[in-house]
């Protein structure tokens, strides 16, 4: 099973820029964790594009914008 999803997880982003408050859906991250997916991919926080690992799931943030708009990055490929 996989999960698209269109809000970022609590815990797997950078903060809120100049509130220095943690930014992510709790309740997003909670259903991946009853589900256990093998990928979750979100894109909603341009600065925080990476990819993580929580209990077998993969977590990915395919941003390839930056805060301006501009297209900075390269396409994410996975192997499942």
């Not at 992510?24 to 990928?39: C, F, H």
């Not at 991919?41 to 708009?69: C, K, P």
Request: hydrophobic fraction near 40%; charged fraction near 20%.
């Amino acid at each position: 099973m996989k999960i698209a999803a269109i809000s970022d997880l609590h815990g797997h982003l950078p903060v809120i820029p100049k509130s220095n408050r943690p930014c992510g859906s709790r309740s997003l991250l909670a259903a991946i964790d009853r589900v256990n997916p093998r990928l979750c991919v979100f894109d909603h926080i341009h600065e925080g594009r990476g990819q993580w690992e929580r209990n077998g799931t993969i977590l990915a943030n395919v941003a390839h914008v930056d805060r301006a708009y501009r297209a900075v990055h390269e396409a994410m490929v996975f192997d499942l």
